[in-house]
């Protein structure tokens, strides 16, 4: 089906450890995001890229960094992960910035 | 004062029930108007989209724009138990020097609905 698919579904790592969201679609989008979803703070964006070759800080970009690696795929990268980024992590994209956005299924990221 | 505010609830009605959701905002730059529907453990879904101010109306839902007083809503008739689901408001507006909009959400109304 077409959409936005994002690797991995789960998962836990140890204060310190780094690692890389991934997230791809396939509807030949512009621009893409990436959120994270905590209990009662809502979606809160991270890091955005309005097209292919730019990225920009949104809300909350402490601690994260983020490659627009083709148009297609956009991944965000936690390089030394801490309790406090425990939560739940969509990528989205749209044709231009002003359309409404197309979410993935999330990755449930623990740290402990 | 955040720019959009929406009432958590949760709110449980009945089977058939007419549903009212709401968020209001301060940003009178806001232009353009969205209601996703989030399932537990899914992403959000776009459900309506609207520009200007007035009533949209697709099937059972109905979104509605009043920008003079800042205040937008989704209707929901004959409520369905699928319809249970959390309720986000978005709103967007032209960020002056990014030359790109960005979506502001609102934290969303859980809503159930009742056999």
């Known amino acids: ?112 | 004062q955040k720019e959009v505010e929406q009432d958590p609830g949760p709110l449980s009605v009945p089977e058939g029930a007419i549903v009212s959701l709401n968020c209001t905002y301060s940003n009178s730059a806001f232009q353009y108007f969205m209601w996703y529907r989030q399932y537990s453990r899914k992403g959000p879904e776009l459900l309506m989209y609207t520009y200007s101010s007035g009533n949209k109306e697709d099937g059972r839902f109905t979104a509605q724009v009043d920008k003079s007083s800042k205040y937008i809503s989704l209707f929901i008739r004959d409520s369905q138990p699928s319809d249970s689901a959390t309720y986000l408001c978005a709103m967007s507006v032209r960020r002056l020097g990014a030359g790109s909009y960005q979506l502001t959400f609102g934290k969303g109304t859980k809503l159930s609905v009742i056999p």
């Not at chain 1, 359309?99 to 402990?112: A, E, H, P, W």
């Open chain 1, 1 to 112: 089906n077409a959409g936005v698919t994002q690797t991995p579904k789960f998962q836990v790592l140890k204060t310190g450890q780094s690692m890389t969201l991934q997230c791809a679609q396939d509807m030949n989008h512009n621009s893409m995001y990436w959120y994270r979803q905590d209990p009662g703070m809502g979606l809160r964006l991270i890091y955005y890229s309005a097209s292919e070759g730019t990225t920009d800080k949104g809300e909350v970009p402490n601690g994260y960094n983020v490659s627009r690696l083709n148009k297609r795929e956009f991944s965000l990268r936690l390089e030394s992960a801490a309790p406090s980024q425990t939560s739940v992590y969509f990528c989205a994209s749209s044709e231009r910035s002003s359309d409404g956005y197309t979410f993935g299924s999330g990755t449930r990221l623990t740290v402990v």
